[in-house]
């Protein structure tokens, strides 16, 4: 008795016939392109500018709450420390918060208030002092001043850390112009060093606490501090030689006058940059500083154009500005414009009053300016990990 193979049954799948090829299987779908981190970071420093134009809590609040989410919805799944930097910026807008209310209630404020709410021993100051008190009376308006500023501070704070969550660094410095190349080096290195840092420790805390020793205290952090030091003073050095050995620093000849007309071409745009923006600012300057800022804007294009070839590299697989990346540019930048239209006619709305304490109350084109900056959780697709 010989065994046959099954046609079709619980067996398998039936045998190809000889001579017939088995039909072509469709590709499969291209990963989506990620955004450019260009896009990330210019969506970030909009929020930032935004949060700059008010002091009205609800409004700071939902800019906030706008950053989280979409911190949390379009965050990179990566085990990288600069993708779980999010959470420290969220603990260094609280101790700066903490920090400002601190000096308010020790140093005083200048808001007038009649509302005391405490009244601390004053500390005799010298006469070269005069100016400066040392405790006293505490009013209600000079705090909440003081925490209206402070969280405009932080949500200034936050806004950098979703860039810095959200856009990878190496990606930011392959897309950098090359005549900007050797400053973007010494920023990313700067902006990944406390993301480093906080993995570092995380790291070191839980190799202390697997040994059963404590992680936590003065005695804890002293012997934390000491490893982690060390592991940056070794990780410095190792970048120094990655650097070294990949060339960095290293320039092409360009003839005298290419490099006399990019340093010309680069100052004066940059002086011709600041003066149309003085122009801009003052009353009597707005009819020569709109075209003063866009002949310095072109001046310093083109001395970074002719400044890039110094540095012939070459990029592998560089990002592209898809539609995708413009949208996300374009959110940022129309909830900053909406902003600073809204300071403009209405102040009284985005900066509520402390002298008296009113309550603030949420204006809603202003908050529906602020909801626009949500379109990147809408856009987002996920990467393969």
């Given at each position: 008795?010989?065994?046959?193979?099954?046609?079709?049954?619980?067996?398998?799948?039936?045998?190809?016939?000889?001579?017939?090829?088995?039909?072509?299987?469709?590709?499969?779908?291209?990963?989506?392109?990620?955004?450019?981190?260009?896009a990330?970071?210019?969506?970030?420093?909009?929020?930032?500018?935004?949060?700059?134009?008010?002091?009205?809590?609800?409004?700071?609040?939902?800019?906030?709450?706008?950053?989280?989410?979409?911190?949390?919805?379009?965050?990179?799944?990566?085990?990288?420390?600069?993708?779980?930097s999010?959470?420290?910026?969220?603990?260094?807008a609280?101790?700066?918060?903490?920090?400002?209310?601190?000096?308010?209630?020790?140093?005083?404020?200048?808001?007038?208030?009649?509302?005391?709410?405490?009244?601390?021993?004053?500390?005799?100051?010298?006469?070269?002092?005069?100016?400066?008190?040392?405790?006293?009376?505490?009013?209600?308006?000079?705090?909440?001043?003081?925490?209206?500023?402070?969280?405009?501070?932080?949500?200034?704070?936050?806004?950098?850390?979703?860039?810095?969550?959200?856009?990878?660094?190496?990606?930011?410095?392959?897309?950098?112009?090359?005549?900007?190349?050797?400053?973007?080096?010494?920023?990313?290195?700067?902006?990944?060093?406390?993301?480093?840092l906080?993995?570092?420790?995380?790291?070191?805390?839980?190799a202390?606490?697997?040994?059963?020793?404590?992680?936590?205290?003065?005695?804890?952090?002293?012997?934390?501090?000491?490893?982690v030091?060390?592991?940056?003073?070794?990780?410095?050095?190792?970048?120094?030689?990655?650097?070294?050995?990949?060339?960095?620093?290293?320039?092409?000849?360009?003839?005298?006058?290419?490099?006399?007309?990019?340093?010309?071409l680069?100052?004066?745009?940059?002086?011709?940059?600041?003066?149309?923006?003085?122009?801009?600012?003052?009353?009597?300057?707005?009819?020569?500083?709109?075209?003063?800022?866009?002949?310095?804007?072109?001046?310093?294009?083109?001395?970074?154009?002719?400044?890039?070839?110094?540095?012939?590299?070459?990029?592998?697989?560089?990002?592209?500005?898809?539609?995708?990346?413009?949208?996300?540019?374009?959110?940022?930048?129309?909830?900053?414009?909406?902003?600073?239209?809204?300071?403009?006619?209405d102040?009284?709305?985005?900066?509520?009053?402390?002298?008296?304490?009113?309550?603030?109350a949420?204006?809603?084109?202003?908050?529906?300016?602020?909801?626009?900056?949500?379109?990147?959780?809408?856009?987002?697709?996920?990467?393969?990990?």
């Amino acid at each position: 008795m010989t065994d046959r193979p099954s046609r079709g049954g619980r067996g398998g799948p039936p045998p190809a016939r000889a001579g017939r090829t088995p039909p072509a299987q469709p590709p499969p779908p291209a990963p989506p392109r990620p955004i450019h981190p260009g896009a990330w970071w210019l969506w970030s420093l909009s929020l930032g500018t935004a949060a700059t134009r008010t002091t009205n809590p609800l409004l700071l609040a939902l800019l906030l709450a706008t950053s989280a989410y979409v911190v949390v919805t379009c965050r990179p799944r990566t085990p990288a420390p600069w993708a779980r930097s999010y959470p420290a910026f969220l603990r260094l807008a609280l101790v700066v918060m903490a920090i400002r209310l601190l000096f308010t209630v020790t140093l005083g404020s200048p808001i007038p208030g009649t509302h005391t709410l405490l009244t601390l021993p004053e500390v005799p100051l010298p006469a070269w002092a005069q100016g400066i008190r040392l405790g006293g009376r505490v009013t209600a308006e000079a705090l909440l001043f003081s925490l209206y500023d402070a969280l405009r501070l932080a949500t200034l704070l936050v806004c950098v850390g979703a860039a810095n969550a959200l856009a990878s660094p190496s990606r930011l410095l392959k897309s950098l112009p090359g005549a900007l190349y050797e400053t973007g080096v010494a920023v990313v290195v700067a902006l990944t060093f406390a993301p480093n840092l906080i993995a570092d420790v995380h790291r070191l805390r839980a190799a202390r606490r697997l040994r059963g020793r404590p992680d936590s205290g003065v005695r804890g952090l002293l012997q934390v501090g000491l490893p982690v030091l060390e592991g940056a003073l070794e990780r410095s050095v190792a970048l120094a030689a990655a650097m070294d050995a990949r060339g960095y620093g290293r320039t092409a000849d360009l003839p005298a006058p290419v490099r006399r007309t990019t340093t010309a071409l680069t100052l004066g745009g940059l002086l011709g940059v600041c003066a149309g923006t003085y122009g801009l600012l003052t009353a009597a300057g707005a009819t020569y500083g709109l075209p003063l800022l866009l002949a310095g804007l072109a001046a310093a294009l083109a001395g970074l154009r002719l400044g890039g070839r110094r540095s012939p590299r070459t990029r592998y697989r560089p990002d592209r500005w898809t539609p995708r990346a413009c949208l996300v540019a374009a959110s940022g930048a129309a909830t900053a414009a909406l902003l600073t239209l809204a300071a403009t006619t209405d102040p009284a709305a985005l900066h509520p009053g402390v002298v008296p304490p009113t309550a603030p109350a949420l204006p809603l084109w202003p908050a529906a300016a602020v909801l626009l900056g949500l379109l990147p959780a809408f856009l987002h697709k996920e990467q393969p990990s």
